[in-house]
C-alpha cells in the first residue's frame, strides 16, 4: 500500500521529492520483490526529479542484483533505455 503512495507522488501529485523522502523510510527484506519494486520507484522519482544519472545509478545498481530474474531484468532495461531516450 505504501508503494502505491510513493507512485501517486510521482505521477499524481508531481512531488517527486516527497516520494523519495517516503521511499527512505522504507526497508524491504534483502532480496524481496518489494525491494526491486522500491528500487524502481526510486528511479522513477530520481527522473522525476530531474536528477537522470541518480536514476541510472540506481537502476545499474538494481540490474546487478536481479540478473538472474529474467522479467525483472527485462523491466530494468526496459527503465535504462526509456531513461536513455529522454533528452
Do not use: H, W
Amino acid at each position: 500500500v505504501r508503494f502505491m503512495g510513493v507512485e501517486s507522488l510521482i505521477k499524481d501529485q508531481d512531488d517527486p521529492r516527497a516520494a523519495l523522502a517516503m521511499l527512505g523510510t522504507m526497508t524491504p527484506p534483502d532480496g524481496s520483490r518489494f525491494q526491486t519494486r522500491r528500487s524502481m520507484l526510486t528511479a522513477d522519482a530520481y527522473a522525476a526529479a530531474g536528477a537522470t544519472d541518480s536514476a541510472r545509478l540506481t537502476l545499474e545498481a538494481l540490474k546487478a542484483k536481479v540478473d538472474d530474474n529474467p522479467r525483472a531484468l527485462q523491466a530494468v532495461n526496459d527503465a535504462l533505455a526509456k531513461l536513455n531516450a529522454t533528452p
